[in-house]
Structures are given as C-alpha cells and as structure tokens.
C-alpha cells in the first residue's frame, strides 16, 4: 500500500473516511445529471442536424464536448446534493453513524466533511461559470453556425439605440444634466454602422441631426467617421434650419455606441468583468431596464455556486437522520423534487428582480439564504 502524503496525514481520520464515501455518489451523480442534462438540451438537436442538414459528425461531436462544461455546471450542485443525500443515508442505514455517536461524535461534526466538499464544489462551479463556460459556449455556437454555413460573427446586431447624457450649460450660466444624444442604427456588421441616424441636443437652442448611410469609429482621430449623408441644423429660437450633404463627416462622440452594439444579449456568455462592463454602458445609455436585468444576472453568478453549499446543507442533514437509509434511485428522485423546487424558488425570485420588485441583490441571494435557512433547520432536527 502506497504510504499517505504529510499532507492527507494531517487531516483526521474520521474526515478522510466520510471524504471517500462522500466521492463515489458525488462522481456518479455528476456522470447521471450530465449525461441526462446533455441529452436533452444538446444531443437530439445535434442528432437532427445531423441527419437533416447534413451536419458532420465530427463537427457534431466537436460541439458537444465544446458544450459539456455548461452541463457540468448545472450538474455540480445537483451531485452535491445526491452524494451528500446518499452517502449518509447508506452510512446511517448501516448503524456506522450511530457508532459514531456512541463515542461522542456529535452530528454536527458528522457533516463536516460534507460542508467542506460543498464549499470546493462552490468554488468549481464559480471557476467553470465565469472563465470556462461562456468561452465554450460561444466556441460551440460559431462553430455549429461555420458547419452550417452562416455567419459567424459576434462583431452584429440590428437596431442600435444608444442615448448620451451630459451636462448643459443654461442661459443663466447654471447647467443641468439631461439627454445630450441620441444615437440610432439599423444594422451593425463587421465595425460598420448601417442607416445612422444621430440627434444631438447638446448645444442650448440649437438642434443637430445627422444622417448617414454608415458610420465607422475612427481609432486614429479618436471620433465617428461617418460617410455618403446629410446634417441638418435647426436654430429653435428663429425656426431657421441649414442643411448640407457630405461624403465624409468627423463626428466628437465616444466610441460607446459600438461597444453597446457588441454586447452579447445572453448573460451567460459574459464573465462577471464583461457583464459589469455592459451593465455600465447600459445605465450610461439610459437603458434602465436592460441595465437592472443585468445587475441581477451579475448577482446571480455569485449566488448560484452557493447553491452546493445549500445543497451539501441539505443532503447531509436529510441523510444524517437516525436509520435513514435511500439507494440510489430515490436518491436520485429526491434530489430531483429538492432541486426542482429550488430553482423555481430562484426563477421567481429572479423575475421578480428583473421587474425592479426586488433589488439584484435580495433577487438572487434570497434563495440562498432560505435554503441555508432550511438545511439549518434540518440539521437541528437531526442531532436531537
């Protein structure tokens, strides 16, 4: 037998034994919810395109591995739950933690182990969410979309509003911040905006509208070059306008419109530093709502690791419970119902966030509070 590392001897005894029974139900209900999870949401899409629009299969198979870490995630804190449920409800079915008790292991002590390798899973779920995750995932749509030949590029979008707030100067040499510009474009493609159309309402009295067949950020004068249209000059106090074409027109706007324009519209692509970037362009824009969904988005992917906490929580002190015994198949089941129950709690919780009843953070940590409340609860009623 190999002799154990200095390190592994210095944990107690009694937390390496509950370890190991601890990693064989976490590492089947990782392989069970992942397996379960990739077959519906990926599998029998990718088989039909398979034989319906002639997607190749290594293509395919390149996609699902590229997939597999979205999956992961969602199965951690499920496995967590299972492995903590069934690993001490087979050690209570067979009286070993009563014969803890016996010699004065207190129930507390009992899930420990249980609580630590929740915590580890907490910190690998937060790793694979923000630094794993949305990579793959974007690498798996560009790389369907290339096989199926369409367009790949995230550098699109349509209908780009953008709305710029600023301070003016008033006639009485007082300023007041209000809506300097507003910056609209049909289509965004490859750096270029198509069918500009841009107000500018930042000098008193007068009004400026600029048309445009594209606009283009110029990095080396630091403005929009915008080319092939029409400035129209509106003087509010006489009603007078001016107006004039131009094939090419230097514009001092920041380049924010097309860093708006390249946002992703899907949370789950962003890491937590781009997705705190777009929050900030979006409240800047003005686009309050926009903006308040994300801050929930951001909340929630600090909260949702939390949840193997919860889980660990909850699977131990179910599972610790004198003569509890669940095989496998009602582990699974139960942590099902558990898990179920849980993330509808969130999702209301979360739309009620997104709607501005709640504020982000009670939006997302609510959930996890109430479940650490329940598995303290449960954890109570079983060391009685």
């Given at each position: 037998m190999q002799p154990l590392r200095p390190w592994v001897r210095r944990i107690p005894l009694l937390d390496r034994w509950l370890t190991g029974e601890l990693m064989g139900p976490l590492l089947f209900g990782i392989a069970a919810f992942t397996a379960v999870s990739l077959s519906v949401g990926v599998v029998f899409e990718l088989v039909r395109r398979v034989a319906e629009s002639g997607l190749p299969l290594i293509t395919a198979m390149l996609v699902l591995l590229l997939r597999l870490p979205g999956f992961l995630v969602l199965s951690f804190p499920m496995?967590?739950?299972?492995?903590?449920?069934?690993?001490?409800?087979?050690?209570?079915?067979?009286?070993?933690?009563?014969?803890?008790?016996?010699?004065?292991?207190?129930?507390?002590?009992?899930?420990?182990?249980?609580l630590v390798l929740a915590v580890v899973m907490s910190l690998l779920t937060f790793v694979f969410n923000d630094l794993i995750v949305p990579r793959s995932n974007l690498a798996a749509t560009n790389t369907l979309e290339r096989a199926l030949?369409?367009?790949?590029s995230s550098d699109k979008g349509d209908n780009i509003l953008y709305s710029r707030f600023g301070r003016i100067k008033l006639e009485d040499g007082e300023s007041t911040r209000q809506l300097t510009h507003?910056?609209?474009?049909?289509?965004?493609?490859?750096?270029?905006?198509?069918?500009?159309?841009?107000?500018?309402?930042?000098?008193?009295?007068?009004?400026?509208?600029?048309?445009?067949?594209?606009?283009?950020?110029?990095?080396?004068?630091?403005?929009?070059?915008?080319?092939?249209?029409?400035?129209?000059?509106?003087?509010?106090?006489?009603?007078?306008?001016?107006?004039?074409?131009?094939?090419?027109?230097?514009?001092?706007?920041?380049?924010?419109?097309?860093?708006?324009?390249?946002?992703?519209?899907?949370?789950?692509?962003?890491?937590?530093?781009?997705?705190?970037?777009?929050?900030?362009?979006l409240r800047e824009a003005n686009n309050n709502k926009e903006a308040r969904r994300l801050r929930v988005r951001i909340q929630e992917k600090f909260a949702f690791p939390a949840i193997c906490l919860v889980f660990g929580l909850i699977g131990s002190s179910l599972g610790v419970r004198p003569h509890?015994?669940?095989?496998?198949?009602?582990?699974?089941?139960?942590?099902?119902?558990?898990i179920f129950g849980y993330y509808l709690m969130s999702f209301i919780f979360s739309s009620l966030g997104i709607n501005g009843t709640l504020a982000p953070i009670p939006a997302a940590w609510l959930p996890v509070i109430l479940g650490l409340g329940a598995g303290v609860w449960l954890l109570r009623q079983a060391s009685r």
């Amino acid at each position: 037998m190999q002799p154990l590392r200095p390190w592994v001897r210095r944990i107690p005894l009694l937390d390496r034994w509950l370890t190991g029974e601890l990693m064989g139900p976490l590492l089947f209900g990782i392989a069970a919810f992942t397996a379960v999870s990739l077959s519906v949401g990926v599998v029998f899409e990718l088989v039909r395109r398979v034989a319906e629009s002639g997607l190749p299969l290594i293509t395919a198979m390149l996609v699902l591995l590229l997939r597999l870490p979205g999956f992961l995630v969602l199965s951690f804190p499920m496995a967590t739950l299972m492995a903590t449920l069934l690993a001490y409800s087979r050690l209570s079915g067979s009286s070993e933690l009563t014969a803890l008790r016996s010699v004065g292991v207190s129930t507390r002590r009992m899930v420990v182990p249980a609580l630590v390798l929740a915590v580890v899973m907490s910190l690998l779920t937060f790793v694979f969410n923000d630094l794993i995750v949305p990579r793959s995932n974007l690498a798996a749509t560009n790389t369907l979309e290339r096989a199926l030949g369409r367009a790949i590029s995230s550098d699109k979008g349509d209908n780009i509003l953008y709305s710029r707030f600023g301070r003016i100067k008033l006639e009485d040499g007082e300023s007041t911040r209000q809506l300097t510009h507003i910056f609209y474009a049909r289509k965004y493609r490859q750096g270029e905006m198509r069918d500009v159309t841009l107000i500018d309402f930042s000098r008193l009295g007068q009004r400026q509208m600029l048309m445009a067949e594209t606009g283009e950020w110029n990095d080396d004068k630091g403005m929009w070059e915008f080319r092939d249209g029409r400035i129209l000059n509106i003087d509010e106090r006489t009603g007078g306008t001016t107006s004039a074409q131009f094939d090419r027109y230097l514009y001092p706007l920041s380049r924010d419109p097309q860093e708006v324009a390249k946002l992703p519209t899907d949370a789950s692509l962003m890491t937590v530093g781009q997705a705190r970037r777009a929050e900030r362009l979006l409240r800047e824009a003005n686009n309050n709502k926009e903006a308040r969904r994300l801050r929930v988005r951001i909340q929630e992917k600090f909260a949702f690791p939390a949840i193997c906490l919860v889980f660990g929580l909850i699977g131990s002190s179910l599972g610790v419970r004198p003569h509890s015994r669940t095989s496998r198949s009602q582990g699974f089941g139960i942590s099902v119902l558990l898990i179920f129950g849980y993330y509808l709690m969130s999702f209301i919780f979360s739309s009620l966030g997104i709607n501005g009843t709640l504020a982000p953070i009670p939006a997302a940590w609510l959930p996890v509070i109430l479940g650490l409340g329940a598995g303290v609860w449960l954890l109570r009623q079983a060391s009685r």
